[in-house]
């Protein structure tokens, strides 16, 4: 949810009445459709695909363009097939987004499956708290659910929605109902720092492939790409030496997954902070190149310029 102090701060969180009134009745019209049978949900994901493919074209410059700096052994053909299976991928995932809101606990378990469960519980026993790095790649809302499943508390670091106070209450609630906590970025190291202090497990939970401004100082090639990454999952790791896992999401069926939680580093103070942002890197490309159409080729991941005087990090 909207942190209060950043709204305060941030003048792209707030909104006008009229705003306000249509962003309520929007989120109303998507609690009725979360409500509605998976049969239901993936009608409506087909009529979306069919208009957002082939009428309104969604962000297609931007899917086509990024894929070509990914895949430029690929032809022409091979590409528009990978869009193509986006395009259906992405919204399937978008239906699913908004059937979290009412599932229970029992019908995720039939969807959701999770892997590596025992080594987590390896350091739970011994009061260790853990650092999940994941990405957005299949669909990484349903793992909110993982909470279910281990007695870290899972703290998911979030940035809050821009102007749109309801819907960010929306997704929260899907998030959280699991018993889970959304954290915003800017609290992360605080709540990781705390819960080391406190001896409390917890599994703090980074989609860290977002978009940093272009001053981040952490810059290296993604998908044959020069892009910026947060580097406070790595700065946290080190200063907390907490074991950093890699979540691995794969999809098994249409609306079934399977999540693989691995161990990547189990004593970070013991390696170079710039390795770990790169295993997490270079993690992610092997898995994207395998099936690609899963990953969000519709954000625009690379759009800043490297300033000079930074340096990539290779």
Not at 66 to 75: C, D, I, R
Not at 300 to 314: A, C, D, N, V
Request: proline share 4%.
């Amino acid at each position: 949810m909207i942190d209060k102090e950043l709204a305060k701060r941030d003048k792209r969180y707030h909104e006008g009445f009229f705003k306000k009134i249509g962003n309520g009745t929007l989120v109303l019209f998507l609690r009725f459709l979360s409500i509605l049978p998976f049969w239901v949900i993936y009608g409506i994901s087909n009529v979306l695909y069919f208009l957002l493919k082939n009428v309104v074209k969604y962000r297609k410059k931007v899917i086509l363009e990024n894929l070509t700096y990914a895949f430029p052994e690929k032809s022409e053909e091979e590409k528009n097939q990978i869009a193509n299976k986006f395009y259906r991928h992405f919204c399937d995932f978008a239906l699913e987004t908004v059937k979290l809101y009412s599932m229970n606990d029992a019908e995720m378990k039939k969807r959701l499956t999770v892997k590596g469960m025992d080594q987590v519980s390896e350091y739970t026993s011994q009061g260790k708290s853990i650092i999940l790095l994941g990405f957005h790649y299949n669909n990484w809302e349903w793992c909110s659910s993982i909470q279910k499943r281990w007695d870290n508390k899972l703290l998911m670091i979030v940035n809050p929605m821009r102007g749109n106070q309801a819907l960010d209450k929306f997704i929260a609630h899907s998030r959280e109902k699991w018993g889970g906590v959304s954290v915003p970025v800017h609290k992360s190291a605080r709540m990781a720092i705390d819960a080391v202090r406190k001896k409390e497990p917890v599994a703090l939970w980074l989609a860290a492939d977002q978009t940093p401004s272009a001053d981040s100082p952490f810059w290296t090639l993604f998908l044959n790409r020069e892009a910026p990454f947060f580097s406070g999952p790595e700065k946290i790791a080190i200063k907390t030496n907490q074991p950093v896992f890699f979540l691995h999401l794969k999809k098994t069926g249409r609306g079934k997954y399977e999540a693989d939680v691995s161990l990547m580093f189990e004593e970070p103070k013991n390696v170079e902070s710039k390795d770990i942002m790169l295993a997490y890197i270079r993690k992610m490309e092997e898995i994207i190149r395998e099936t690609p159409e899963y990953y969000l080729w519709s954000h625009r991941r690379w759009k800043h310029r490297r300033p000079e005087g930074i340096e990539l990090t290779l």
